[in-house]
Antibody
């Protein structure tokens, strides 16, 4: 079955750019009508949706982060990536990648997140 | 953004208890509501999608229902492995948003 794995630096300096990659195994990132998602969770807090990308490259971002976020996809490597610029301590969190699956309902698509990667902790500190 | 409000924020229960967690959306989201379980140090795991559909491999003691903008996750008979934090999430509009979580603890 499909599995996701996050990778990237665990420590980023303030004002720099956080860069993470999610590698998809067990299936092609290009197959099916899936979105690929980034979500984060500060320690002891709830979940925040960062954004998503379709295999065509179409993206949607959380307006709260939109000015700093870029999500891209590399179908040749079966990976998608997150870049978050101008980071501060408030960006310290566990970052998860996930797949967004859906079904057709009443002329629209209901979606949910499954599976998820195991998560990677990114600390912003000098 | 659509606000998702869960209640309670935490609860204590015993093995075998029936547990109910509620999630209220700030506007109508039809059945665009999912539930996840998260254990410490682990990624969230999908339990229920589209308000009431049980994800494959999830025990049948978990169920979901909806009534207007109120959604309910029910665990019919709490098991030791069910002690965790539960999150609801709406997929009606962008940005996707989650409830603040409900922590289920051992009584």
């Amino acid at each position: 079955q499909v599995q996701l794995q996050e990778s990237g630096p665990g420590l980023v300096k303030p004002s720099q750019t956080l860069s993470l990659t999610c590698t998809v195994s067990g299936g092609s990132i290009s197959s099916g009508s899936y979105y690929w998602i980034w979500i984060r969770q500060p320690a002891g807090k709830g979940l925040e949706w960062i954004g998503r990308i379709y295999t065509t490259g179409s993206t949607n971002y959380n307006p709260s982060l939109k000015s700093r976020v870029t999500i891209s996809v590399d179908t040749s490597k079966n990976q998608f990536s997150l870049k978050l610029s101008s980071v501060t301590a408030a960006d310290t969190a566990v970052y998860y990648c996930a797949r967004s699956v859906g079904d057709y309902y009443d002329s629209s698509v209901r979606r949910w997140f499954d599976p998820w990667g195991q998560g990677t902790l990114v600390t912003v500190s000098s | 953004d659509i606000q998702m409000t869960q209640s309670p924020s935490s609860l204590s229960a015993s093995v075998g208890d029936r547990v109910t967690i509620t999630c209220r959306a700030s506007q109508s989201i039809s059945s665009y509501l999912n539930w996840y379980q998260q254990k410490p140090g682990k990624a969230p795991k999908l339990l229920i999608y589209a308000a009431s559909s049980l994800q494959g491999g999830v025990p049948s003691r978990f169920s979901g229902s909806e009534s207007g903008t109120d959604f309910t996750l029910t665990i019919s008979s709490l098991q030791p492995e069910d002690f965790a934090t539960y999150y609801c999430q709406q997929s009606y509009s962008i940005p996707r948003t989650f409830g603040q979580g409900t922590k289920v603890e051992i009584k």
